[in-house]
């Protein structure tokens, strides 16, 4: 009788075991996926478009909040301009901010450009990244080399053609690699699909295959 009664404590203790092990190797899952996701590099690369930020500020955020979250900038450069009534350039130990604005005091960034790293733009790049994670956190699709230019995905060409005029943005976005005389990868770029005026640009600067300069805009003309 009395060995039956161990017999179902340890029965017992060996069933919590079990689910207490099923539970932490589906928590140690759910920590992987989400340190997965956390990283920036989706299942699914989206194409570029509205993620318009770098530096933790955001295009359109106005000088007040840059400063705010910045602080005060090493260098500040306001001017009159002839599109529109101020322009000013923001210099920061990390990169430069570009505002505009109609009234002085009243600016709002049109353009990022991140030098250094550490400093995080869209999708957890940063300067000093490897040029191939940055591709792949990006839709990329097998294309060869022409005319010195490598299609990630889109059609630059669509872009630029009047007949394509009706088609909706999201369709003409578009991502290119250009390369120099000697086959080196200097730049890539990702467009949201519009051209000239709130237009969205990403670019990346790329020396010795690392990224040497991020530059996110708005076009403003």
């Not at 030098?115 to 994670?133: K, L, Y």
């Not at 909706?168 to 467009?191: A, H, K, T």
């Not at 519009?194 to 991020?214: A, C, D």
């Amino acid at each position: 009788m009395l060995s039956k009664y161990f017999s179902n404590i340890l029965i017992v203790f060996f069933s919590i075991f079990i689910l207490l092990s099923c539970s932490q190797s589906g928590d140690k899952k759910i920590g992987s996926s989400m340190h997965s996701s956390a990283s920036g590099i989706s299942a699914i690369a989206l194409p570029f478009g509205h993620d318009y930020y770098a530096g933790g500020i955001n295009l359109y955020d106005d000088e007040r909040d840059m400063i705010k979250r910045l602080g005060v900038p090493t260098e500040k450069n306001i001017q009159k301009c002839d599109h529109i009534a101020y322009c000013g350039v923001y210099i920061y130990p990390f990169g430069k901010f570009e505002l505009e604005g109609d009234k002085e005091g009243y600016l709002y960034v049109v353009s990022i450009t991140l030098t250094a790293s550490g400093i995080f733009g869209p999708r957890q790049t940063q300067v000093g990244d490897d040029m191939e994670s940055v591709i792949y956190k990006f839709p990329h699709e097998k294309h060869s080399i022409q005319n010195k230019k490598r299609k990630l995905y889109g059609d630059e060409e669509k872009l630029y053609d009047k007949t394509y005029s009706k088609v909706r943005d999201e369709e003409l976005g578009y991502g290119v690699i250009n390369y120099d005389q000697e086959g080196n990868i200097v730049e890539i770029i990702y467009s949201d699909g519009r051209v000239g005026f709130m237009s969205h640009w990403l670019i990346y600067k790329v020396t010795n295959g690392k990224v040497s300069e991020i530059n996110i805009y708005v076009g403003t003309v």
